[in-house]
């Protein structure tokens, strides 16, 4: 079993609906990012979490420390969101503080 | 304006040849990364260096080199010794020391093995 389980692993939305990506994992973690890979290859880090919530634009983030487990949400979709979204966890013990642990990305299509 | 810059974005190679990809930050962060990228799988370690003159392998390293001579430059070299080289590999960066230790990536190189 993998460590960073992503579901689903692929989502298609039609424009504007409310969109819920989900990230569990089994290990101890310090922080846990979520990442967005554009079609072209290049990732941009959307949100670096280690507890509660966090909102930028019409994305939400939240973890749940104790249940393992992290939702990205995207309020009011839009085509311009499809993408992959990767979720990544950095462990909290042993060996560097900057190795992460990736999933396997949710690819994600809104359409018009 | 601040950023990764990776090269070639695409790149061609005969087996048995070795190729370096280029990787270059204007950020002043101290720590990069190459990871690689196959279809189905997440990103995998290869290399990361956390100070200039420093750097430890990752998950994957076999058949890869790097070199991390100036602070803003961590090419990766993929060697003939690499058995599947044929990947998309990204290079990022992060500011050693920051409790946030958010992560910057490039555009991305794809490698394939004719």
């Known amino acids: 079993k993998n460590e960073v389980e992503q579901s689903p692993q692929n989502l298609t939305a039609q424009e504007g609906e409310f969109i819920t990506i989900n990230c569990s994992y089994s290990v101890g973690i310090s922080a846990l990012h979520w990442l967005q890979q554009h079609p072209g290859g290049g990732i941009v880090s959307l949100f670096m979490l280690s507890s509660g919530k966090k909102k930028h634009g019409r994305l939400i983030a939240t973890i749940n420390i104790q249940e393992k487990h992290s939702s990205l949400h995207i309020t009011a979709s839009h085509p311009r969101d499809s993408a992959v979204y990767i979720c990544a966890v950095r462990r909290a013990s042993g060996g560097s503080n900057y190795k992460l642990t990736f999933g396997k990305g949710t690819l994600l299509t809104v359409n018009p | 304006d601040g950023g990764i810059t990776q090269s070639p974005k695409y790149l061609f190679r005969k087996e048995g040849q070795n190729v370096t990809l280029s990787c270059e930050q204007n950020?002043?962060?101290?720590?990069m990364y190459w990871y690689r990228q196959d279809p189905g799988q997440g990103l995998r370690l290869i290399y990361y260096s956390q100070i200039v003159n420093d750097f430890q392998k990752g998950d994957i390293a076999e058949g890869y080199s790097v070199s991390r001579e100036k602070k803003e430059s961590f090419p990766l070299t993929v060697t003939s010794a690499q058995k599947n080289p044929t990947a998309f590999y990204l290079c990022?960066?992060?500011?050693?020391?920051?409790?946030?230790?958010?992560?910057?990536f490039g555009e991305g190189s794809r490698l394939t093995v004719l």
């Open positions: 950020l002043n962060h101290d720590a």
């Open positions: 990022a960066s992060s500011m050693r020391g920051q409790v946030t230790g958010e992560l910057f």
